[in-house]
């Protein structure tokens, strides 16, 4: 990873306020946004083992997938740019030509090649005849599933919870982390864990089996709770509730948290913490997985 140095191990805040208080709680946040300022969050720890099994191959090319506002996409288009591999996206979706999200314009900017494909056949990401079909097309690329997950993603991200035991000096009762693919939980699971897990998603309570078939492979998994309710609409779509509670979570404490993963997570969270929902002196750390490439510029300037 010569040229992807991360800041290791990211910090580890208390936070303190009213809610926090009256729950009784101690409740930390684990700074994973500043692990590096291109290849941030849980995409730097999802990558980090892929990346390196892609150059020990010896592949020249990254092929991966997402959506047009996919921060693994970014993270991916990023990583090659720095490493010097070539990257190809496999983009959900139709071409938007000139109208292009700001995190397609980066990855064009950085040398990706995006490539459009029908929500159909976006469908088959996972199917391996498709994916062999990619490998043919594109020239036998080094191909990175969705969002970054596989088996080298979760050890990844089991070293993040390391860092946490080193710094509390022991284990939390719960991490509380956004869910997406699944990926970042099931690696936190597989440490041992227990994980409180929330969906940006609306109706993901598909997600439950997914985890269960990525931790599957493991050992002494950590239990974990999903919540299906805190989506506020939808995958990146978000209510002038949630955008309410980021301003005030930054003017509280400081810390930017973005509408599509963390805003939620936290929301979700406080609404836990309210209802009482924690036993008195539990530890929680919530994991600040980044994503603010993607901040709606409105909430950069509020505040
Ligand atoms: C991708 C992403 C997630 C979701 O992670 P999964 O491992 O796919 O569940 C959470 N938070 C942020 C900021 C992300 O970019």
Not at 150 to 175: C, F
């Amino acid at each position: 990873m010569d040229l992807l140095v991360p800041s290791l191990p990211t910090p580890i805040q208390e936070l303190s306020d009213i809610v926090i208080k009256k729950a009784g709680v101690h409740l930390f946040i684990k700074r994973d946004d500043l692990v590096h300022p291109t290849v941030s969050g849980n995409k730097w720890r999802k990558l980090k083992y892929s990346l390196q099994q892609a150059k020990e191959l010896g592949a020249t090319t990254l092929l991966t997938f997402g959506g047009a506002f996919s921060n693994h996409i970014y993270a991916t288009a990023a990583a090659g740019a720095n490493l010097g591999f070539k990257t190809i996206g496999i983009i959900r979706g139709e071409d938007p030509g000139e109208r292009k999200s700001p995190t397609l314009q980066f990855c064009e900017e950085h040398g990706m090649q995006l490539h459009y494909v029908s929500r159909e056949e976006y469908k088959l990401r996972n199917s391996s005849e498709y994916v062999d079909q990619l490998r043919e097309k594109f020239g036998n690329p080094f191909v990175i599933p969705e969002g970054g997950t596989s088996e080298l993603a979760l050890k990844g991200v089991r070293e993040m919870t390391i860092e946490v035991e080193q710094q509390l000096n022991s284990k939390p009762d719960y991490y509380a982390v956004a869910l997406g693919t699944g990926g970042t939980s099931a690696g936190i699971l597989t440490s041992g864990s227990d994980v409180l897990a929330f969906s940006s998603l609306k109706g993901g309570a598909f997600l439950e089996n997914d985890i269960m078939e990525l931790i599957r492979g493991s050992k002494d998994n950590g239990q974990f709770v999903l919540f299906t309710e805190y989506h506020f609409g939808g995958y990146a779509r978000h209510t002038p509730e949630l955008l309410d509670f980021i301003t005030k979570f930054k003017y509280d404490h400081n810390i930017q948290l973005e509408q599509v993963y963390t805003g939620k997570m936290f929301f979700g969270l406080y609404d836990l913490m309210a209802r009482g929902f924690f036993k008195k002196g539990s530890c929680i750390v919530a994991v600040h997985t980044g994503g603010l490439q993607g901040l709606l510029p409105e909430l950069l300037y509020n505040s």
